[in-house]
C-alpha cells in the first residue's frame, strides 16, 4: 500500500512541475541580443541622436561606468530600473562610451534588449552581457537589473600581487 501512495505522490509531483510554467505570476524574463538584424545600430549613431531616447547609466559615476542604455521615446515600451541613473546630455553619453571603450580587456559590446516575447525595448552597451537581467514587471515594462562593474586586470599573477 505504502507502494502505490509514493507513486501517487510521485506522479502528483511530475504533474505540478509540468503544469507550473503556465502558473499566473510566475516572473517572465527578457534578454539581450546582439544588436544586428532588425534592430542593428551603433553606439556612435545613438550617441549622435541622443535625444530620441531615454538614456541611463550603471556604475559608480558616469566616470566609472558598466553600461549605458538607450529606450527610444516614441515607443510604447517602457524600461525601469533601481539604480540605474539618467542622462541627460550628449557630453555625458558620449563621455560615458569613452570610459566604457577604455576598458581594453573587456570591449563593450552593442546589445538589442527584448522581452519575453522578443519584443524590442532597446539598446544597452557594457562588456558584462551576462550580468544583464531583464525582467516583466506589467505588459510593455522591463526592469533592469543594476550592472556592475566589469572585473579588472591586474596583469600577472592576478589579484594586485606583482
Avoid at 544597452?124 to 550592472?147: G, H
Wanted: net charge negative; glycine share 8%; aromatic share 14%.
Amino acid at each position: 500500500m505504502k507502494h502505490v501512495e509514493s507513486w501517487k505522490g510521485m506522479i502528483a509531483v511530475l504533474l505540478t512541475l509540468c503544469f507550473l510554467p503556465a502558473c499566473p505570476g510566475l516572473e517572465k524574463y527578457g534578454s539581450v541580443r546582439v544588436a544586428d538584424g532588425e534592430w542593428a545600430n551603433s553606439i556612435q549613431n545613438l550617441v549622435e541622436n541622443w535625444q530620441e531616447y531615454h538614456i541611463y547609466y550603471a556604475g559608480l559615476s558616469y566616470k566609472s561606468p558598466s553600461a549605458i542604455m538607450f529606450v527610444p521615446k516614441q515607443s510604447n515600451k517602457r524600461v525601469v530600473s533601481g539604480k540605474w541613473m539618467p542622462v541627460t546630455d550628449r557630453s555625458v553619453a558620449a563621455a560615458i562610451v569613452t570610459w566604457l571603450n577604455s576598458y581594453m580587456n573587456f570591449p563593450p559590446t552593442l546589445w538589442k534588449i527584448l522581452g519575453p516575447n522578443g519584443d524590442f525595448f532597446g539598446y544597452v552597451y557594457t562588456s558584462a552581457e551576462e550580468q544583464v537581467v531583464v525582467r516583466e514587471m506589467e505588459p510593455n515594462i522591463l526592469f533592469v537589473e543594476d550592472i556592475p562593474l566589469p572585473p579588472f586586470d591586474y596583469g600577472p599573477g592576478g589579484k594586485g600581487e606583482g
